[in-house]
């Protein structure tokens, strides 16, 4: 599976992007999709993940409420919908895929050394 991420780029605390993950390869669908974010000096951390049928849905902390991921299976597609962003979301952004779990949650307890594949990170940067 390969893993493609769009959308990054700034925006204005209290502003909304959408981020994108096209991913090719067989199986898309039996993947659990997730983002993760690494902000400099910080260790890469999970921000949200949803099961192949996009039914369960787990997010961190800090941006449940704000954050909502969703999957496309027919268009090989998982988005990060980013709502009242804050400084503190400023981060590279990376879609991952584990196989061999079925839920959400999972993945959020899961370490980012631990995920089966990566796509390269996309900036967001939130101004003040």
């Known amino acids: 599976v390969q893993l493609q991420a769009f959308g990054g780029g700034l925006v204005q605390a209290g502003g909304s992007q959408t981020l994108s993950c096209a991913a090719s390869g067989r199986t898309f669908r039996f993947y659990v999709m997730g983002w993760f974010r690494q902000a400099p000096g910080k260790e890469r951390a999970f921000v949200a993940a949803a099961s192949w049928s996009g039914g369960s849905t787990y997010y961190a902390d800090s941006v449940k409420g704000r954050f909502t991921i969703s999957r496309d299976n027919a268009k090989n597609a998982v988005n990060l919908q980013m709502n009242s962003l804050k400084p503190e979301d400023s981060a590279t952004y990376y879609c991952?895929?584990?196989?061999?779990?079925?839920?959400?949650?999972?993945?959020?307890?899961?370490?980012?050394?631990?995920?089966?594949?990566w796509g390269k990170g996309t900036q967001v940067t939130v101004s003040s």
């Open positions: 991952a895929a584990e196989f061999g779990i079925t839920t959400a949650q999972t993945m959020g307890g899961m370490k980012w050394y631990d995920m089966d594949y």
